[in-house]
């Protein structure tokens, strides 16, 4: 294959794994493959937006030679992979473990795709226990099945690593030694991994509550409350007091209607941005829990979520001000559900909407077909959150009434759900038809809140996720044989129909309550 001097490195590392892989099947010599940037190969694409974050793969391969190309560098890396499982290569999951690849001469492999992906946003995000290798292993593996993005919540993912390495909750290991600069040197080497491949890199969410205030925010552990006086009035006002929500500083949120708490928030960020140009997208949360928001008297003149864009506008204007281009994700999450009644956000092209259901029921999908419910009152630090999937939707389409710009999904299947599924094959199918219909709800991808290790007994639900999301089209039953065959061999229906009636008969829906 021909690579330019000056290649990008996603782009050559795109290439050394085709080399590799190619190897592994059998073959030396790779003929004449060419690997690039449509820019290279003047291929006209087929998407119209010409956004950044979007990919569209070609490849025109005849008897292993011909043009492999994607219209950027991480497009690249997913056409190389996509030609290498059109070539009879599985990832079933992570690690060379989960490799299978087939003995196949390239002279007898041609393939001819020009493919867009149905949707722009298709991405991991760190939850769970994890050592480093765990978070090396997936953010490998990711564009393998097409996925292009990966999301470190919190400054460091602090929480997510120390679970690991100090074995909470397992009497059988000894608590190793963590501490926060170890957590942040394994952010700093899993960005490299993330940068090789030029996945979109989403980071924080949480802590801007605390962190910009001096008040340390790694994970939901309840802390000592010794919050000095001008800090305390920083604080929600919550029956009568300003103090840490259950003495958890991450749950706590802040006198909104403060200029200066809104201030001290939108320069943390903007200095963070300055900061860490690496990252590509920054998610901007208030506190986690629900029911926690002030009631003085100046913060119940408006909803929580007016207040939040007047942050939002702000974060745009100083953001613009420092010639930063970084995208803003803003969370519509139980208290912002519902949008506000006063303020809109001023310049969409800056902002992300990310649609969170936490409290949605995994039984049923998405689905446009049942008449949306009127929306409930906001009523302050009183609200009931609903596990119907239509009350959660109905206050979706209040907040796209209001803002028109880029969104997506960011939704919980395997960050507890699948506990109740041990087989993965129901979970597999609610999570399939979910994101067959992301573009009918008016959402453009989907962000997995997760454990990492997701794979057992199977990855079906993991594969299952990142090629529905690459292509709608694709039907559940071919994915799951696909899937099946290649970690299974010639005992692959036994095993499917195994794992199958092994979700019937724990009935999930059932152990769900």
């Known amino acids: 294959m021909s690579i330019r001097k000056d290649v990008n490195q996603t782009i050559k590392f795109a290439c050394e794994e085709l080399s590799k892989y190619l190897t592994k099947m059998g073959n030396g010599d790779s003929r004449s493959i060419r690997v690039g940037l449509f820019s290279d190969f003047q291929i006209k694409p087929q998407v119209k937006d010409n956004n950044a974050f979007d990919d569209e793969i070609f490849i025109d391969i005849r008897s292993g030679e011909g043009v492999i190309a994607g219209i950027n560098p991480r ?74 993005s990966y ?44 940068k090789k491949r030029s996945l979109i890199y989403h980071a924080v969410g949480h802590g801007w509550t605390c962190e910009p205030f001096g008040i340390e925010g790694l994970g939901w552990d309840p802390v000592e409350d010794d919050i000095d006086s001008k800090t305390r009035e920083y604080l929600a006002k919550v029956d009568g007091e300003r103090k840490l929500w259950h003495g958890v500083p991450l749950n706590t949120n802040l006198c909104y209607s403060n200029p200066e708490v809104r201030d001290i928030i939108v320069e943390d960020i903007v200095n963070y941005s300055k ?17 926690n928001q002030c009631e003085c008297d100046e913060c119940q003149q408006k909803l929580p979520s007016d207040f939040y864009i007047m942050m939002l506008n702000r974060l745009d204007e100083r953001l613009t001000e420092e010639e930063l281009d970084i995208k803003i994700v803003f969370l519509i999450y139980v208290d912002l559900l519902w949008a506000p009644e006063t303020e809109r956000i001023q310049n969409p092209d800056r902002f992300i909407l990310m649609f969170a259901p936490i409290t949605r029921t995994y039984s049923h999908t998405f689905s446009t077909d049942k008449k949306l419910p009127d929306i409930p009152p906001y009523e302050r630090n009183k609200l009931k959150f609903s596990p119907k999937v239509e009350d959660n939707l109905a206050l979706l389409r209040s907040w796209q009434g209001l803002f028109e710009g880029d969104s997506f999904d960011f939704d919980y299947h395997y960050m507890w759900d699948h506990y109740y599924d041990p087989g993965y094959y129901q979970v597999a199918k609610i999570l399939s038809d979910d994101i067959k219909n992301l573009k009918e709800i008016g959402l453009n991808g989907f962000l997995s809140c ?18 529905t999301l690459w292509n709608k089209e694709l039907e559940f039953d071919n994915l799951a044989r696909e899937y099946f065959e290649s970690a299974f061999g010639e005992d692959w229906n036994e095993c499917k129909n195994y794992f199958k009636q092994l979700s019937e008969l724990f009935d999930p829906p059932y152990l769900r309550g």
């Open 450 to 467: 997760q454990t990492q290790r997701a794979f057992f007994p199977t990855g079906l639900s993991m594969y299952v996720m990142g090629r």
């Open 275 to 291: 900061e860490h140009p690496q990252i590509d997208v920054i998610q901007f949360w208030l506190a986690d829990g629900s029911n």
């Open 151 to 194: 999301y470190f919540q919190f400054r460091e993912a602090y929480i997510f690593f120390e679970r690991w390495y100090t074995h909470r909750n397992n009497p059988f290991k000894e608590p190793e030694t963590f501490t926060v600069d170890m957590a942040r040197e394994f952010v700093k080497g899993a960005e490299k991994e993330i």
């Open 75 to 148: 497009s690249v890396l997913i056409a190389v992979y996509r030609f290498l499982s059109e070539a009879g290569c599985m990832w079933v999951h992570p690690g060379e473990a989960g490799e299978h690849i087939p003995h196949r001469p390239i002279e007898d492999i041609t393939v001819n795709i020009h493919e867009d992906a149905s949707y722009r946003h298709r991405g991991i995000c760190i939850e769970g226990a994890n050592n480093y290798q765990n978070i090396l292993d997936i953010i490998d593996w990711a564009p393998k099945v097409g996925f292009n």
